[in-house]
């Protein structure tokens, strides 16, 4: 016979358990007493910090509640805000800005972005040509191509890449891909759409909008953006991604609380979610490619009589 205090304590964390499985399903805890939080909230200080960080998305009680839930309640949260429980969190769009901004100012600081000569030589190196040697069309055609990806990739990252400023114009561009890149946008906007269009997709025989599926892929993402972060203090800079099993298993967990569906059902819409989202990636890299081929065949001096 088990002891009576070994009793006790399985019962208390059974307890627990279904107490935090009914907050996780309610959002709230059911046998609070009202008032009680007030009551919680007062600070021997006086109120000396009410009010004070009530301004800064990042530390305000929608913030907290909003990184809280998501951590643990990620699906439920989704469901909640997707059924008009807008007041207890913050908007997914401004939710989305505000975490990818601090987990790019954080791997800023411990990881600071450096160009290394051997990894980024070809983007500097000039194409040589031989003039005396006879070259093929594929090989005039295949550097037409590198010199075009070489001024594209250059163009965006101006910033990144002071030396190939030469006017007015790129510097102002410059400045603007500095401030966008410190706070975060480019690492989270083409993720946002691709995995917007691909929910949006995957999840046609639920009859969710466009809208409710931004919502969702934007909430999806700032969990994704809270185990980057994980990552980065974790590795102390060296390592900001996560890998695709963790990505896929969070997903399935949203789709299994947020649409109340079984754990099979939830594998196979977030496997469906995967190949759409290959599909659009995919499809995006083909329209670059095609673009650019286009491009260089029109703008390299040269190539249209080579190839012709």
């Known amino acids: 016979m088990k002891p009576v205090k070994e009793i006790m304590s399985s019962r208390s964390l059974e307890v627990r358990r279904r107490a935090f499985a009914i907050w996780q399903k309610a959002g709230y805890n059911p046998w609070e007493k009202p008032g009680s939080p007030e009551k919680r909230k007062r600070k021997k200080s006086g109120d000396f910090y009410k009010g004070a960080f009530d ?6 009680d929608d913030a907290k509640r909003t990184f809280s839930h998501l951590m ?3 699906g439920y949260m ?5 059924g008009g429980a807008h007041d207890r969190y913050l908007a997914p769009l401004t939710s989305l800005i505000v975490f990818y901004a601090f987990f790019a100012l954080v791997a800023a600081v411990l990881k600071p972005v450096q160009h290394k000569a051997d990894a980024g030589s070809w983007i500097n190196a000039e194409i040589r040509t031989d003039s005396t040697a006879a070259q093929s069309s594929a090989e005039l055609y295949l550097k037409g191509i590198t010199r075009i990806v070489q001024k594209g990739y250059i163009y965006l990252h101006l910033d990144q890449f002071p030396e190939a400023v030469k006017t007015q114009r790129e510097s102002s561009l410059a400045a603007l891909e500095a401030t966008l890149r410190s706070q975060g946008i480019p690492l989270f906007i083409t993720e946002f759409l691709f995995l917007w ?8 025989r639920h009859r969710l909008g466009m809208s409710a599926c931004a919502a969702a892929s934007a909430y999806v993402l700032c969990q994704f953006s809270f185990f980057m972060l994980f990552a980065v203090l974790l590795t102390w800079g060296r390592s900001s991604s996560i890998s695709i099993l963790l990505m896929f298993s969070l997903l399935v967990l949203d789709y299994h609380q947020w649409l109340s ?9 977030a496997l469906r979610t995967g190949v759409f989202y290959g599909v659009i ?28």
């Not at 989704?78 to 997707?82: A, L, S």
């Not at 569906?261 to 819409?269: A, D, F, M, N």
């Not at 029109?298 to 249209?304: A, I, S, V």
């Open 55 to 60: 301004s800064i998305p990042f530390l305000n």
């Open 72 to 74: 643990l309640r990620p």
């Open 78 to 82: 989704i469901r909640d805000y997707i």
């Open 197 to 204: 269009l691909a929910m949006s997709m995957a999840l046609r």
């Open 261 to 269: 569906i079984e754990w099979r059902k939830s594998i196979l819409t």
């Open 281 to 308: 990636y995919a499809a995006v890299i083909l329209l670059i490619s095609v673009v650019t081929i286009v491009l260089a065949y029109f703008t390299t001096p040269g190539l249209n009589a080579a190839v012709s």
